[in-house]
């Protein structure tokens, strides 16, 4: 019996010992690896590790900041600066961090930074294209396009969307090229009944009435997306309010461009800042509007139709105020 049990004390020791043997080498070859930055590498030798001692306090924190660290270098990858930052930031506040890590998530960390500066400027860059194509300034926006182009690498993230703007720059320039519809002014018969009451309504010509004619044909040609808003489906309606505000948009911008063909540099600048000012009440406006139905499918039909509207109103007043 003594002879027994000494032979299973021997195989426990010989076992454990192997065991120990492969931890430990695993574990010596795991921080090589990460003190020469092989991360991946690292990775596979603590993983080794782990699977000869589960529960190794020192194997679990090093495979912990090392699976940490390939989630950085993800997102930076995926162009996620915030999440990226945010992550290195508090790998770098550990009390504890997994030795050859600590440089590589400072430099990361600088790099982050950087990206996150040349983001917000680029963004803004973009918000002011949207803005001045809105306003019908034209060269402008295709100026401000051709200053990011330049810097190629730093707009890669909004590429998708700097495409998107020069397509609805390219439309815009093609509709303010093409020469304007004139649309004829109704015949009126009059008799002598009429006659008086016409002669006392004030009499506009030129290139102002015919713009009047054709906001007031847009308007009946609206007639044509009455189908849309039968059946009650808002799927169908914010089809029709897409449409509205479509019309209704490129008719503001080509009026825009006939306003500044006909007024001089000096009113077209004043023009120019309140037509910035007008934009950002439009938004404003159709924000508050459909904040009454946040959260529901309401919410961004509400915001195209009051867009749509006060489009509509600013077609007119542009007219009105200063077409000759």
Known sequence: MMKKTGVILLLIFLLTGCSNGTFDKAMEQGKL????????KA???VELALDEKPNDQEAFTMKKDLNGFHLVKQ?????DWDGALEKAEGMLNQEKLAIGLRKSLEDMVDTLKTNQEVSAKVATHLQDIETSVEAGELEEAQKTIEELRKGQSSVEEFSEKLASLE???DDELKKQQAPPIVVEPPIVQQDKSTALQLDVIPKHSGLQQQYRNKLDSIEAGLADLNY?????????MSQAENERYTRWDNALNEIYGVLKKQLSAQDMEQLRIKQREWIKYRDHTASINA???AGGSF???TYTSTSADLTKERCYALVNLYMK
């Open 75 to 79: 997102e930076m990858k995926d162009r």
């Open 228 to 236: 849309l808003f039968v059946n009650g489906i808002t799927s169908e």
């Open 33 to 40: 690896a990460l003190a020469n930055g092989e991360y991946d």
């Open 291 to 293: 904040a009454e139905f």
């Open 167 to 169: 397509k609805r720059l």
């Open 43 to 45: 990775l596979s030798s």
């Open 299 to 301: 919410e961004p039909l």
